[in-house]
């Protein structure tokens, strides 16, 4: 195969893993336990975006204060797994266009 062939091969696949990263940010999808008592929404680059807690799981008042936390907790895990496959992967993670690894969107 032609280098110049490879390199412009190469770029495209660049491009498109960039453009598919960029839709990563839009596409989410929400979770639920316990018949809908605890529902989690997260985005293709694997955010929570929020915590919807049901009022007889808890005391009502505590709603607001536990789905952040639970929300901030979740992202905590999901940013040191990250960390820990970008130790482990190192350069083969930025090319797998995993979200959240240095060189991708």
């Given at each position: 195969m032609n280098p110049l062939d490879l390199m412009k091969?190469?770029?495209k696949m660049q491009?498109?893993?960039q453009q598919m990263q960029e839709k990563m940010k839009f596409v989410t999808a929400?979770?639920?336990?316990g018949g809908d008592l605890v529902k989690?929404?997260?985005?293709?680059?694997?955010?929570?975006l929020g915590v919807e807690l049901a009022p007889e799981c808890v005391d009502?008042?505590?709603i607001p204060m536990l789905a952040d936390l639970i929300r901030?907790?979740?992202?905590?895990?999901l940013t040191r797994v990250k960390d820990k496959l970008k130790d482990e992967?190192?350069?083969l993670g930025q090319?797998?266009?995993l979200p959240g690894m240095p060189g991708m969107a």
């Open positions: 091969n190469l770029q491009e498109t893993m929400t979770g639920s336990a989690v929404t997260v985005n293709g680059q694997m955010e929570v009502p008042r505590d901030m907790a979740t992202n905590d895990a992967l190192g350069p090319g797998l266009g």
